[in-house]
């Protein structure tokens, strides 16, 4: 905190910072681009329009941009790789998980030097909808990992006004 201006650490890309102040305005304190995000979730399926608006002391050029392909799962993939809890999950795997906003992630990283394929069966889902990388079915995911690399799946939250639940279990196999 500084100054009465909150940093939201899960907007911190590279040294560029979105600044937010305690009365909701943002303050973009470095030159550079950024790509604004704006969503908004209704109750009842309403749908409205949603504005954005810059200050700045010198001219700011807004345009839209071409949809950004896979942006869930490359922004969820950033949070988990700074997120600095791994639980191990076998002797060459590691497990991070979190949950950003209306979205829940597991990333498995393979440190092994053989291929990791990963099996994550939900016996209970509640209020959670599965992502379609690696969706084999409406409760499980089946993916691949080389060595070396890591794979993330995630789910969302199919209604922001109930909590989700879930239950899971895991089955690793090495080739």
Known sequence: ??????????????????????DGKVELREAGDYIIRAKVLWRHGHEDTCTISAYSPIKIDMKPI??????????????AERNPRGQPLTPQSVLVS??????????VENRGNRVLACSILFTRLKNLKLSKPGQVSANQFII????????????????????????????????
Not at 66 to 79: E, P
Request: proline share 4%; aromatic share 20%; with cysteine.
């Open 1 to 22: 905190m500084e100054s009465g201006v909150a940093t939201d650490p899960n907007l911190v890309f590279g040294n560029r910072t979105l600044y937010m102040t305690k």
């Open 144 to 175: 691949e990992i080389a060595p070396g690399s890591s794979r993330l799946v995630f789910l969302k939250v199919v209604d922001c006004f109930q909590d989700p639940y879930y239950n899971w279990s895991w089955d690793f196999k090495l080739f």
């Open 98 to 107: 979190g949950s950003y906003q209306n979205y829940m992630y597991a990333m």
């Open 66 to 79: 071409a949809s950004v392909k896979n942006f869930q799962t490359k922004y969820l993939t950033l949070l």
